[in-house]
């Protein structure tokens, strides 16, 4: 099993940062993809960036040149810098994980963090 646990959400005028942490505990040495995922009112859950065992990363196109993933070692922690936010990227911001084991896949979600950007 895996737990995950996200902090840092908030609220910040357009233009702000902040940083989101995803701290992860658990059976997390089998674990070798980590993702962020956002979910605006009414809007369906969407795939914000993400990160591998071997550290390469991947954005939506709504967030390159703004947002920043990276993970420390051992990998217990991930994190989300977000810089120049805008209104629209109000949501709530939700910590995924796959973990993968004698053959099998698993998916792990937190609770998730709310960012609301507004002046």
Do not use: H
Not at 7 to 26: D, F, N, T, Y
Not at 38 to 52: H, T, Y
Not at 53 to 67: E, I, L, P, W
Not at 94 to 107: S, T
Request: hydrophobic letters at 30%; glycine letters at 10%; charged letters at 20%.
């Amino acid at each position: 099993q895996v737990q995950l646990e996200e902090s840092g959400g908030g609220l910040v005028q357009p233009g702000g940062s902040l940083r989101l942490s995803c701290a992860a505990s658990g059976n997390i040495a089998s674990i070798y993809t980590m993702n962020w995922y956002r979910q605006a009112p009414g809007k369906q859950r969407e795939l914000v960036a993400g990160i591998d065992s071997g550290d390469y990363t991947n954005y939506a196109d709504f967030v390159k040149g703004r947002f920043t993933i990276s993970r420390d070692n051992p990998k217990s922690t991930m994190y989300l810098q977000m810089n120049s936010l805008k209104p629209e990227d109000t949501a709530v911001y939700y910590c995924n994980a796959w973990r993968f084991q004698r053959g099998l896949k698993y998916n792990y979600w937190g609770q998730g963090t709310q960012v609301t950007v507004s002046s």
